[in-house]
């Protein structure tokens, strides 16, 4: 008997709605079932799961955790148990880059079972690609709303190779947080690159308001120097953007950077007027005041949908300015 009667084996595409109590009460009838269909005993098949997801306990996954769980336990009783201790075996091996560019290891890495949709970037990743779940940050459980399921990009590379997009979404989730925005070496360049594309750009409006002279030198020595954090206040963030979105900066964008863009602007305004009527009273003026305008948005955008403030990591430094392994606690 399973949780809705008598079916045994439901069709993968209605899992993505599954969710909370239902999911779990899933996830754990598949681990009886496999259990069984292989003649293990359920907890160590348990055991063979909390490893691939690199939890001590299944309480601990989410529901991000399970829906990737669950197919895995689904596809493993439509192959009749073959080859189950390998495909429940957690990929480790994950190289990264060193130095600015490094990320924390990821908690889990895999092949994705199904098609699906960066939890950072929004962009859609393919059954069969290299996906991961980042490590919690360190104020996520208190704070932060934790990231799905990441194409490889953000999940490694994203420092190293940081695109606009990448800069676009340290930015948003910096002032989200209301933290101020921390940039490594190569996210500057890419910011400066951008500020400078069209030298018009010095006369907008924002420029002239909030000059940004200052700013591009900070840019130029992180660049140069290959600095582990440039600190950027709120109000230089915003005033950057403002810039970017002068038509000199659009023209040279792609349509997906002018999307993400569009939909930040669209985000930080309602985060200023309210146009949804969100009670300071109850949310406050802070980043659950945020959270609450972004879901009651009436133009939901991929920014809106994916949610957030996500931790995006700072690099860590000593006393002495040395940068320090992000795997360090
Ligand atoms: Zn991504």
Redesign the pocket.
Same mark, same amino acid.
């Given at each position: 008997m399973t949780l809705f009667g008598t079916e045994e084996i439901i069709p993968c595409s209605s899992d993505a709605e599954l969710a909370g109590a239902e999911l779990r009460a899933r996830t754990t009838q598949e681990v009886d079932a496999l259990a069984a269909l292989v003649g293990e005993e359920t907890e160590k098949l348990l055991q063979r799961v909390l490893k691939l997801v690199n939890l001590p306990r299944l309480s601990y996954a989410d529901d991000h955790d399970l829906r990737e769980v669950l197919r895995e336990l689904r596809y493993c009783v439509q192959k009749d148990g073959r080859g189950y201790k390998v495909r429940l075996r957690r990929r480790t091996r994950v190289d990264r880059p060193e130095g600015i560019g490094r990320l924390p290891r990821p908690r889990w890495v895999k092949e994705a079972t199904e098609a699906g949709m *960066?939890g950072? $970037?929004?962009?859609t990743y393919r059954a069969g690609d290299a996906i991961g779940r980042a490590q919690r940050g360190p104020k996520v459980a208190a704070y932060y709303v934790q990231m799905g399921w990441? *194409?490889w990009? $953000?999940l490694v590379m994203?420092r190293q190779q940081p695109t606009r997009r990448d800069v676009l979404l340290r930015f948003f989730h910096g002032l989200f947080a209301h933290d101020g925005v921390g940039l490594n070496g190569h996210e500057c360049r890419v910011l400066l690159e951008w500020l400078t594309l069209d030298p018009v750009l010095t006369s907008s409006k924002p420029w002239t308001v909030d000059p940004l002279k200052n700013t591009l030198l900070r840019l130029h020595t992180s660049t140069v120097e290959g600095k582990p954090v440039t600190w950027l206040s709120p109000q230089t963030t915003h005033t950057i953007i403002a810039v970017l979105r002068e038509p000199a900066s659009v023209a040279h964008l792609t349509a997906e950077e002018t999307t993400v863009l569009s939909a930040f602007a669209q985000h930080l305004a309602e985060w200023e007027t309210n146009p949804e009527s969100v009670p300071h009273s109850r949310y406050g003026t802070g980043w659950r005041y945020r959270q609450r305008a972004l879901e009651l948005t009436s133009h939901p955008t991929v920014l809106s949908r994916l949610g957030g403030p996500f931790h995006l990591f700072q690099c860590k430094v000593t006393a002495l300015g040395r940068l320090r392994d992000p795997d360090e606690s």
């Open positions: *960066c950072l $970037c929004g962009d990441l *194409c990009h $953000c994203r």
